[in-house]
């Protein structure tokens, strides 16, 4: 089973700051099956990034998505009040099996 | 519109059996894959169960003999029946539906279920 490892656990910043999330596997990982979810208290998860770095429909360009092999990021360019959540990268393994790392939560600094 | 919603969470023994509902709508679930995800009180994200379109169902190493996830396509809804339920198993379960092809990812949630298993 693969494990994904994300970091920090929490990350605190101003609005207007960029954030930089990282999601490692424990082995690699196809890009295609690399997906990112943001989740808010209360809320269902909602889905940010596919394929590691396409967006979403309707999810705003300062979100983005890089990385291959065992390591990705989510980059949020510059934070708006409304983006501080927790953040869950997830993977499809061909078992099958989907995984999601612990999250990384955002909070205001 | 397209939507999920579940339904059928409460309270339960430990042992006991539920069922959950998940309705769609704006979509047809027979058509798609889907699967029941579950998050405890204050954790992350678990995947519990698949249901392929074709037919076939997969299901997380953690429920694998008490669960068991099912479709009605004349109702277009998605249940899972939970047996044996544990302390463990007490979460929020979201269905969501699941993009296949070239990627893989949930791309419609519900909002969520809570089961919470207690004496």
């Known amino acids: 089973e693969i494990v994904l490892t994300q970091s920090p656990g929490t990350l605190s910043l101003s609005p207007g700051e960029r954030a930089t999330l990282s999601c490692r596997a424990s082995?690699?990982?196809?890009?295609?099956?690399l997906a990112w979810y943001q989740q808010k208290p209360g809320q269902a998860p909602r889905l940010l990034i596919y394929?590691?770095?396409s967006r979403a429909t309707g999810i705003p360009d300062r979100f983005s998505g890089s990385g291959s092999g065992t390591d990705f990021t989510l980059t949020i360019s510059r934070l708006e009040p409304e983006d501080f959540a927790v953040y869950y990268c997830?993977?499809?393994?061909?078992?099958?099996?989907?995984?999601f790392g612990q999250g990384t939560k955002v909070e205001i600094k | 519109e397209v939507q999920l919603v579940e339904s059928g969470g409460g309270l339960v023994q430990p042992g006991g059996s539920l069922r959950l509902s998940c309705a769609a709508s704006?979509?047809?679930?027979?058509?798609?894959?889907m699967i029941w995800v579950r998050q405890a009180p204050g954790k992350g994200l678990e995947w519990v169960s698949v249901?392929?379109?074709?037919?076939?169902?997969y299901y997380a190493d953690s429920v694998k003999g008490r669960f068991t996830i099912s479709r009605d396509n004349s109702r277009n809804t998605l249940y899972l029946q939970m047996n044996s339920l544990r302390a463990e198993d007490t979460a929020v379960y979201y269905c969501?539906?699941?993009?296949?092809?070239?990627?893989?990812?949930?791309?419609?949630w519900g909002k969520g279920t809570t089961v919470t298993v207690s004496s």
């Open positions: 969501a539906r699941l993009r296949w092809g070239a990627y893989y990812y949930m791309d419609v």
């Open positions: 704006g979509f047809t679930v027979s058509s798609n894959y």
């Open positions: 249901f392929y379109s074709g037919g076939s169902t």
């Open positions: 082995q690699s990982v196809s890009s295609s099956y």
């Open positions: 394929g590691a770095s």
């Open positions: 997830q993977q499809y393994g061909t078992s099958p099996e989907w995984t």
